[in-house]
């Protein structure tokens, strides 16, 4: 016991709000818990931080966090950042959301904050399912795979929501999952630091409703399946299409620092705006 | 800059922004539509010079969220829209209801449904102001005739915003939000400005829905150290979830009480020679204008008519229609919708008194000779 | 006093702005009230556009025009849709560049060669809803030159205003002197009986 109450990260939770609410297995505690180590290598002050999220079991972890937090409305939590970020520069503001929020109801919400490089730090809690609502397909289930939305296999195409969010604008773009999580608390933290719009595609298991259902579970199975399909980005640069189908590619996809940030062009345009009434 | 003390010619959108930020409106987030663009660009134009920020946003529905993250981070802001954009926004203007959190929707009607007539005038809306939102929760909507009293009112909204922690909708019509006229804008030392009351540093541990001021709660804003947590869903005084049934009501009732306690604060309403009326045009917005007019032609012609017109629409000022109409011979309700307002009317006054109908649809206007003849009409 | 105006063109002619303009020149360099109302299509250029102006020296409710006093027509289908709402005896400018038929009207009729003017003396037919004012401010004397001079100064895109300026005092002087005549001689197509609304002898020719 003695040891929880020293761990140096628990001061990021609100520890009367725990137990959360995921399943047994679920990945989300883990990327979770990689954000607030992130959110602790960087020296988040927790005071001027908000984090915001949508509806989904993903956008649920606000809740548990320590921090001014705000659960939105399906999809729109980047819009709410967006209000909050522009009326505040100062605050750091997270957005958490899962693949259904962010790449479906979202999806509009996704490319615009990317276009704008508007700084936020959006991480997509992605297990390829609506957990929620118990077991629908969404954008990142792949093609194939049963749903109950599916029951004779889904026929969409899934999004690379790296690629999506890179060719939007996005200037700082990354993907890990629950197994990688060294290389996941190392991009969020890096995202953290970048001054622009950070992407995470952070690859989640539900052994509940996707798992079970296409029998890719239990969890650490489903843990070893992305130890296994998963690239590093350097390594997959050398492979052929062929060698890579089938393949996920983690790591650190985009990192441009240099592009104008929203809210900083904005300051120039207030600056401009009061020159020109005074003039 | 815009100069005050002086008569100068406005657009009723003009006034809607100039007055909002005349209040300290320092956030609006839109996206263009017809007949309300003026005002976001107008926003456009004016709140960087005044340290503010405006955004188009990629759609309706962010727009009103975007809203509602600047409120919370301690912004008095806006947004402005059309029937088709103000139903899109009906998702977060709900959320703004169980969240309180204090913003201005501004609504310029045209005819509907759907995208119906972009430039033609129309009252359509006002039903979807009170019920658009799924769920059941109060809603004040006001309602200028005017472009001198969009100045005045919007500043209002934002006060009764403000005072209740609640969305306010300024429901305009095309008739005033393209209307230039005359407007006299006040010195901004004379205008009363209410903003939000905060909570104390020292109140820990900190209930951000635990009610302080009669039953409105004390919120901070994002970023001042309360780590505080703010959902739509049913919450408690914490601001955290519950399934706690008689705790969801409690809330749920609370938000209808906090608006029904201040009902005299933010009723307002505009009497005409009623005073030794028989009858009454009840007409709001653009369309009152008409009714002024013909109220007193008829009384040049020795009908005792007058002129009931509701600044506030919602909550339905009851009380007011029942003490001023309740005893007159007829009413004549007219509106640029089939009847929507003459439904809370009749509701009203009950059977005893006749209550007509003067409707009209599809972009055109009622004039002053329509409502003469129906008041000539009444037997 | 009570004036009721429409303005009526094609969109992109400039009859909303002709409006505007009138409307600031009554409320801020006259001292009046003034409502301005427009109605127009889909269109930013082509499509049916009107304009609206009340000027009184009392209050004014309704704000829509339903019998005009006084109009400006700048096209031939503005004319054919409206010229039957024109008041008994009212005024009519018409542009007779782009107005060919005058269909007869119990009113009086003033045509002038507003977009003509506006390409043969400035190669600019933009300004043609200027002179089209000037010309309704010399023909009816409702509102003074100075008054829409100077709404002019305020409503005109930045860099146009000398320009407007000339567009303006041509179309005045045009307004002028065809009212001269034609109460001089008694004899035009503005017809017999036709007095200015305001007295000419103020009118700064």
Same mark, same amino acid.
């Given at each position: 016991m003695a040891e929880v109450q020293n761990n140096p990260i628990l001061k990021y939770f609100r520890a009367s709000k725990l137990p959360h609410i995921w399943c047994p297995g679920c990945g989300h505690g883990i990327l979770m818990g990689a954000l607030v180590r992130a959110i602790d290598k960087v020296g988040l002050d927790q005071d001027r931080t908000v984090i915001v999220s949508g509806i989904g079991c993903s956008s649920r972890a606000p809740g548990y966090l320590?921090?001014?937090?705000l659960h939105t409305t399906h999809g729109r939590a980047l819009a709410f950042a967006t209000g909050i970020k522009l009326a505040r520069p100062e605050l750091k503001v997270i957005v958490l959301g899962g693949d259904g929020d962010i790449a479906a109801i979202g999806g509009n919400h996704l490319i615009h904050a990317c276009r704008r490089n508007i700084d936020l730090l959006l991480i997509c809690f992605n297990n390829s399912i609506y957990g929620m609502t118990s077991g629908q397909y969404s954008p990142m289930t792949p093609t194939g795979r049963l749903a109950t939305t599916a029951p004779y296999g889904n026929i969409d195409r899934p999004f690379d929501l790296c690629q999506l969010a890179a060719a939007a604008g996005a200037t700082y773009v990354g993907r890990a999952t629950s197994y990688h999580v060294t290389l996941l608390i190392e991009l969020i933290a890096k995202g953290l630091k970048h001054k622009g719009f950070a992407f995470i595609d952070a690859l989640s298991q539900c052994p509940t409703y996707y798992g079970r259902r296409n029998k890719l579970g239990p969890s650490v199975k489903m843990m070893e399946w992305f130890k296994e399909v998963c690239i590093p980005v350097g390594a997959a640069k050398k492979m052929t299409p062929e060698q890579l189908r089938d393949k996920i590619v983690i790591g650190e996809m985009v990192n441009t620092p240099d592009v104008p940030e929203y809210t900083e062009e904005y300051e120039k345009v207030k600056a401009r705006a009061k020159e020109m009434s005074a003039g | 800059m815009v100069k005050t003390g002086k008569g100068i010619l406005m657009q009723g959108n003009e006034a809607c922004a100039e007055g909002a930020i005349a209040c300290g409106m320092r956030f609006f987030a839109g996206y263009p539509i017809t007949p309300s663009t003026e005002i976001a660009e107008l926003c456009a134009l004016r709140l960087p010079q005044e340290g503010g920020v405006f955004i188009q946003m990629e759609d309706e529905l962010s727009s009103m969220a975007a809203v509602v993250g600047a409120s919370l981070a301690g912004a008095k802001a806006m947004t402005a829209t059309s029937g088709p954009g103000f139903s899109l926004k009906q998702e977060n203007i709900g959320f703004a209801c169980m969240a309180e959190v204090p913003c201005v929707v501004v609504n310029v009607q045209r005819v509907g449904p759907s995208t119906g007539m972009p430039t033609s005038p129309a009252q359509g809306d006002v039903m979807q102001v009170r019920w658009g939102t799924h769920g059941d929760h109060p809603m004040i909507a006001l309602c200028p005739w005017s472009v001198q009293e969009t100045y005045n009112i919007v500043i209002r909204c934002f006060n009764i915003a403000e005072t209740l922690r609640t969305p306010v909708i300024l429901l305009m019509d095309e008739i005033v939000g393209h209307l230039r006229e005359k407007v006299v804008l006040p010195d901004p030392s004379t205008l009363t400005i209410v903003s939000r009351r905060k909570p104390q &540093? +020292?109140?820990? @541990? /900190?209930? @951000? /829905? &635990? @009610?302080? /001021?009669g039953d409105v709660p004390a919120i901070a804003d994002y970023g001042d150290g309360f780590r505080f947590h703010v959902t739509g869903? +049913?919450?408690d005084y914490t601001g955290f979830p519950t399934n706690d049934a008689n705790v969801a009501a409690e809330e749920i009732k609370r938000l209808h009480r906090k608006v029904q306690a201040a009902r005299n604060e933010i009723t307002f309403v505009h009497k005409y020679r009623l005073e030794d009326a028989e009858i009454a045009v009840f007409a709001y917005g653009g369309v009152a204008r008409s009714a002024m007019e013909a109220v007193m032609r008829a009384r040049e012609q020795g009908i005792r008519a007058g002129l009931f017109r509701p600044i506030t629409i919602w909550p339905f000022p009851e009380e007011e229609v029942r003490q001023s109409l309740?005893?007159? &011979?007829a009413v004549v309700v007219a509106e640029l919708n089939l009847g929507q307002m003459r439904l809370e009317v009749e509701r009203c006054l009950g059977k005893g008194i006749e209550v007509i109908g003067l409707n009209r649809v599809g972009g055109q206007i009622i004039t002053p000779d329509d409502i003469l003849e129906t008041l000539r009409g009444v037997k | 006093m009570r004036m009721e105006f429409r303005l009526a063109g094609s969109g992109g002619q400039g009859v909303i702005l002709a409006g505007v303009i009138l409307a600031e020149a009554a409320v801020s360099y006259e001292g009046l009230n003034a409502v301005q109302s427009q109605s127009y299509g889909p269109e930013s250029r082509g499509g049916a556009s009107k304009c609206e102006v009340i000027i009184s020296d009392g209050e004014i409710y309704f704000? #829509?025009?339903?019998?005009?006093d006084v109009m400006l027509i700048m096209n031939q289908s503005s004319w054919n849709k409206?010229?039957?709402?024109?008041? #008994?005896?009212g005024i009519v400018v018409a542009d007779s560049t782009l107005v060919k038929e005058l269909t007869p009207v119990d009113g009086h009729v003033f045509p002038f060669e507003i977009t003509g003017s506006a390409i043969h003396e400035f190669g600019r037919p933009v300004v043609a809803n200027i002179i089209g004012l000037g010309c309704l401010a010399g023909v009816t004397g409702v509102i003074s030159k100075e008054a829409v001079r100077k709404a002019i100064m305020k409503r005109v895109p930045k860099g146009t205003e000398e320009l407007n300026e000339r567009a303006l005092e041509l179309g005045y002087q045009m307004g002028i002197r065809k009212t001269l005549e034609f109460t001089g001689r008694g004899e035009s197509n503005g017809g017999e009986d036709f007095e200015p609304i305001r007295d000419r002898s103020k009118a700064s020719v």
């Open positions: 320590n921090f001014d937090t | &540093k +020292s109140s820990l @541990p /900190y209930l @951000p /829905y &635990k @009610p302080v /001021y869903l +049913s919450h309740g005893a007159l &011979k | 704000p #829509k025009v339903i019998s005009p409206y010229i039957h709402d024109l008041k #008994k005896g």
